[in-house]
């Protein structure tokens, strides 16, 4: 509004093509005739040197660009777990079920630690393994094959006391603890397991 | 490929060199030097996307390009003296002479302006685009192109009073 009446004030009121007296001035002096600036070989040359510098400068980027994602890509992948199963907590080794009515061939062939020994004498395996939680079958199958076909081998390896093997089995397999075929009774398999079958 | 797209790029340099040339003088006030080194980067980012604007409007791509970074400027141009290898030419008596005083005022107006208020002044008078081209570009609203195109022209009336004098 100011402008306006700044610009009746002071004359400027013949407006062509919405512009004013000075507003048409300024448009002229913009395209008054202006010297002719060739386009020579210095321009040129320098043009084309900035386009050089500008090509080098833009494939330096790019470069670092690759340079940068092939790092951190890297990174990511020295950083990232492994795998799954390293990160889980170890879980105890499955150890075979301890049942009271094993099946005579399913441990024999399950159990290696003992041999298929079968004495009438409650055949409990060495002390060391009594510690382990395998041997209540072993002296299972040890009884068990004597007791089907009646036939005895030569243990392959040091016969415990009786005493011995009688605490292995209480400890491990309390409820076959009585057993008729064999006296040493209570190292021996279950009873069940081998009166059928004699 | 190459040869033909440099060919053709050189080509459009040299017809609209002068041109683009004074274009960038308006833009920067009348510094020379500025004027050339801008135009130069412009030319330089034409180069890289003229398989793109080649068969459109190179000139316009360059205009853009040349008004957002002169307005982008926050330079002012020094008054003060500028060593040069040769003299300039003394002047000859007649309307040429006139011409060139009135130039050489018109760019030390311009100079006095915002790099905002002058770019969109330029675009206006010098490029007759309409306000909502000089919004375009100029990157901004076109109230605000509008605004600063009027308030450049209301300071270009002060500086400009013994130029351009007033009818009646």
């Keep these: 509004m100011e402008h306006m009446k700044h610009m009746q004030e002071r004359g400027h009121t013949d407006r062509v093509d919405g512009m004013d007296h000075f507003e048409r001035q300024l448009t002229r002096l913009m395209h008054s005739p202006q010297e002719q600036v060739a386009f020579d070989a210095r321009h040129r040359h320098r043009l084309h040197a900035g386009v050089r510098t500008r090509r080098r400068v833009r494939a330096a980027r790019r470069a670092a660009g690759s340079v940068l994602a092939v790092a951190g890509l890297g990174l990511g992948l020295f950083l990232w777990p492994h795998g799954h199963t390293d990160d889980r907590p170890s879980a105890p080794h499955p150890r075979p079920a301890v049942s009271p009515a094993p099946v005579p061939s399913a441990s024999t062939t399950t159990t290696p630690s003992p041999p298929p020994s079968t004495s009438e004498p409650p055949s409990g395996p060495p002390s060391s393994l009594t510690t382990d939680s395998a041997p209540p079958e072993s002296t299972a199958t040890a009884s068990n094959a004597p007791g089907a076909d009646g036939s005895s081998s030569t243990p392959t390896y040091g016969q415990p006391s009786a005493t011995a093997t009688a605490r292995d089995t209480a400890t491990t397999t309390p409820p076959v603890t009585a057993t008729e075929n064999t006296p040493a009774g209570p190292s021996d398999d279950p009873s069940s397991v081998v009166s059928p079958s004699g | ?168």
Excluded: N
Aim: proline share 5%.
């Design chain 2, 1 to 168: 490929m190459e040869q033909t797209r440099a060919g053709e790029y050189d080509a459009f340099v040299a017809a609209r060199w002068s041109v683009l040339f004074h274009l960038a003088r308006l833009l920067t006030g009348g510094d020379r030097h500025r004027a050339e080194d801008l135009l130069q980067e412009s030319l330089v980012k034409l180069w890289f996307v003229w398989p793109k604007v080649a068969d459109e409007a190179p000139e316009a791509y360059v205009r853009t390009v040349l008004a957002r970074a002169a307005a982008r400027s926050a330079r002012r141009r020094w008054w003060g003296e500028r060593p040069v290898e040769e003299l300039p030419e003394v002047a000859a008596a007649g309307d040429m002479s006139a011409t060139v005083a009135e130039r050489s005022r018109l760019e030390e107006a311009l100079a006095r302006l915002s790099p905002q208020q002058r770019a969109a002044v330029v675009l206006r008078y010098y490029q007759d685009l309409p306000d909502r081209q000089v919004a375009e570009v100029l990157g901004c609203p076109v109230g605000t192109a509008r605004s600063h195109a009027a308030r450049g022209v209301a300071r270009l009336r002060g500086l400009l009073a013994d130029v351009i004098e007033p009818v009646g």
